[in-house]
């Protein structure tokens, strides 16, 4: 019966037979048909989760009203360091409590922290209800809303638990989208098969979302999903880069403090990246990243040249930050950061020079070491006020006007790859502090770091 409604409906719209009054009450019809199935295999009783609150929401925030339900989530990278951001139907609330105009726009806010960077967006469909769906003119409007922008670095929409009002929406919105963006658009059925593509631990999932899920196997394998086991971790190799700590590093290649990958990747960069628009915020070919990756671990020599993209050493030195088990800030640093937004403006920067001045010592020294770079990197707005450089970083800076990377720029890109919670994943509430305490690290540079000096570090 779904096959044929969505053949049906194809059908109609290719003659233009078919008005958009009759695709929302097709649409209608599929939802109260998934309530149906849901009561019938008895989920909605089985599961009823509270209304989602996100505890860590300041009610100040401008779109408190929307974002306090939790529709809208960043999970974290993908294993390449995208962003990535779902999006739960299911903490959707009835549409007289939730205002969809004030909803798209803070899908927008929400995106517009990332769409100069490539970022990925997982849609959880279950839990869309007759109740609390938005209008098709709501939809029509959101689409038009998402222009090139928007679409240009989405490198893939996840639509997991798909159902068949998904195929008549599609039905409607195909001729006006181009090839390119469709094949962005990956459907997949269970929750299993997102493993595939991203980190799963972090996404957060909701619990009314996997509930389906095993309710999806037990009804079309007759038995719940696999149990994913992890395998034991092997011991590093002595020449491990990526995934040991800062003190096995230095360890394994004579006590020097900077790691030999983030000297080479920002020396490379140095030399060739300055002036490239953009740097840092374009991925690059995930099988040449793991190649690299696997050089470095084995203690082999990484010629950048041999591959002829700029944003390959810019990405990783991005992975091997994020894969440090621990974050250069360290995570007793997390609190303290969060609360920079609530310091007086005029005493942020004094703040910021205490909690960096806490951190241990080797921590201290290659955090310096990246700041330094980031400093000469950012496109400078407004006449630098800070004590002169030497002419070899005024020269670097000239030349970094063409990339046009801001020190806000650089701080949405490094934020959450200088410092994340032990546990869980960073919400979007905490993305404001997160990143303007890296914004005045970059524009305080010579402030924040110059008086403290440990013997053996060296600048970039």
Request: aromatic share 12%.
């Amino acid at each position: 019966m779904q096959e044929s409604v969505s053949k049906i409906c194809a059908d109609f719209f290719l003659r233009g037979n078919m008005s958009e009054i009759d695709y929302e009450k097709l649409a209608e019809i599929e939802l109260q048909k998934d309530e149906t199935e849901d009561a019938q295999s008895g989920q909605e009783k089985t599961f009823m989760s509270p209304p989602f609150e996100d505890t860590e929401l300041n009610i100040n925030h401008p779109y408190y009203d929307v974002a306090r339900h939790g529709i809208i989530q960043l999970a974290g990278d993908d294993n390449f360091g995208r962003k990535v951001i779902t999006f739960s139907c299911c903490r959707m609330p009835p549409s007289h409590q939730l205002n969809h105009t004030r909803l798209l726009e803070y899908l927008k806010y929400t995106l517009d922290h990332y769409v100069e960077n490539d970022y990925m967006v997982v849609y959880f469909h279950y839990g869309l209800k007759s109740l609390n769906k938005p209008s098709l003119k709501w939809l029509q409007t959101a689409y038009k809303e998402f222009d090139r922008k928007y679409k240009k670095n989405l490198k893939a929409l996840y639509v997991v638990h798909p159902t068949n009002f998904i195929k008549i929406l599609w039905n409607i919105f195909k001729p006006l989208t181009s090839h390119k963006f469709g094949k962005k658009i990956i459907y997949l059925k269970y929750l299993s098969d997102l493993r595939e593509h991203l980190k799963y631990d972090q996404l957060n999932i909701p619990q009314e979302v996997i509930q389906h899920d095993e309710n999806l196997w037990r009804k079309q394998k007759g038995k719940l999903p696999p149990v994913v086991k992890i395998p034991p971790p092997r011991p590093p190799l002595p020449t491990q880069q990526f995934g040991v700590s800062l003190q096995y590093i230095k360890d394994k290649n004579k006590g020097e403090l900077i790691p030999p990958v983030m000297k080479e990747t920002v020396s490379y960069l140095k030399r060739k990246g300055l002036q490239v628009e953009g740097l840092f915020r374009r991925s690059a070919s995930v099988q040449t990243i793991k190649d690299v990756q696997k050089l470095y671990n084995q203690g082999k020599s990484v010629n950048f040249d041999y591959y002829h993209d700029i944003h390959i050493p810019a990405v990783i030195l991005k992975t091997f930050l994020r894969e440090l088990p621990q974050p250069l800030l360290t995570f007793e640093c997390y609190d303290h950061i969060l609360g920079i937004t609530s310091v007086e403006s005029s005493l942020r920067v004094t703040r910021c020079k205490q909690i960096i001045h806490g951190l241990p010592e080797h921590n201290y020294v290659v955090l310096k070491y990246l700041i330094c770079f980031l400093h000469m990197c950012r496109w400078p707005l407004v006449r630098d006020l800070q004590a002169p450089l030497d002419s070899q970083r005024t020269e670097v800076s000239r030349e970094s006007i063409y990339n046009r990377m801001t020190a806000s720029s650089l701080a949405c890109v490094f934020g959450l790859n200088l410092i994340w919670p032990s546990k869980g994943t960073v919400s979007l509430s905490a993305l404001v502090p997160l990143n303007l305490f890296t914004e005045l690290l970059i524009d305080f540079y010579m402030n924040i770091f110059n008086s403290r000096t440990v013997p053996g570090e060296i600048l970039p």
